[in-house]
């Protein structure tokens, strides 16, 4: 499943072709996705303009002249296609898989009033899309536990320190938790945990103090986690399986892993020697080196 580089840098192909530009026409090709679609989806659609498109999460929220926000979540294979008005086609993202090939697989088209189209395709129909009023937004079933944002100014070593003291649960495990951070995935987990030097299997309290302030290992958790999201958002996010960029390129940050996907190989921190191992921890695989992570 695409994570929040991944999800991010889809939001940045699509936003220059839709925001500031309405719906012309929706094509509707089916009720449902993961879910079904809201009552009169395409009607409720046409006409409206885009006035923002934001993240949340994984989510991309596209915010309408009308208070409405049209929600779209990715799942596990969908992406977007455009065509532009000027005939040529691009990808917001690029995908190791070859796509499924149109229109079996492309359920939903977004035609803008400059004559280009955006393309919904998702063949295993995992992703799924909502209508939600704006000022309902954080009251939704889809947000309102969720945690804070990963890059946003909120997210410091302090306020991660205050949740996490006296938490027995492993560090990965606390990470993982969307209603502390929103938007952690697998990846960048195990990329961040690596970057701080902490072990996924050590009890997430003991890197605050007893009374929750933060501590050397906080301070380095919570860098590692912003420059590995930053870093993997400049480099276009990380191709696995079926993640594309708008552009239809393939995102390059897999090249960087310092930890994921390298079972067995030397640890690549200078002087540490040790080699990069692989656990399962609550049916995740966990990639670590046992030597420099405690």
């Keep these: 499943m695409p994570e929040l580089p991944e999800v991010e840098t889809v939001r940045r192909g699509l936003a220059p072709i839709l925001v500031g530009h309405r719906f012309a026409a929706v094509e509707q090709r089916r009720k449902d996705l993961r879910f079904p679609l809201p009552a009169h989806f395409a009607k409720r659609l046409e006409g409206r303009g885009i006035e923002a498109l934001d993240r949340r999460a994984k989510y991309l929220l596209a915010r309408l002249d009308d208070g409405e926000v049209l929600v779209m979540h990715l799942g596990m294979s969908g992406r977007f296609k455009v065509d532009h008005a ?30 280009s189209a955006v393309r919904y395709t998702d063949a295993r129909r995992f992703g799924y899309m909502d209508l939600i009023p704006a000022d309902s937004l954080d009251t939704h079933p889809l947000f309102i536990g969720l945690g804070v944002e990963p890059l946003s100014k909120d997210f410091t070593p302090a306020w991660l320190a205050g949740k996490l003291k006296g938490k027995k649960t492993s560090i990965k495990a606390a990470l993982f938790d969307q209603r502390l951070i929103a938007g952690l995935g697998n990846i960048y987990v195990c990329e961040a945990l690596f970057r701080a030097r902490i072990s996924p299997f050590r009890s997430a309290g003991t890197i605050a103090t007893k009374t929750g302030k933060a501590t050397a290992k906080t301070i380095a958790l919570v860098a590692g986690i912003k420059a590995v999201l930053e870093q993997a958002i400049e480099a276009g996010g990380s ?56």
């Design 239 to 294: 191709s696995l399986r079926d993640h594309a960029r708008t552009d239809g390129t393939l995102g390059r940050f897999q090249h960087r892993f310092k930890v994921y996907g390298r079972t067995g190989k030397p640890c690549s921190r200078k002087g540490c020697g040790g080699t990069v191992a692989r656990a399962v921890q609550n049916g995740r695989s966990s990639f670590y080196c046992p030597t420099c992570q405690r």
């Design 86 to 115: 000027n005939g040529a086609e691009s990808a917001p993202g690029s995908f190791a898989q070859k796509a499924a090939e149109a229109p079996k697989h492309e359920h939903i088209v977004f035609h803008l009033d400059d004559g």
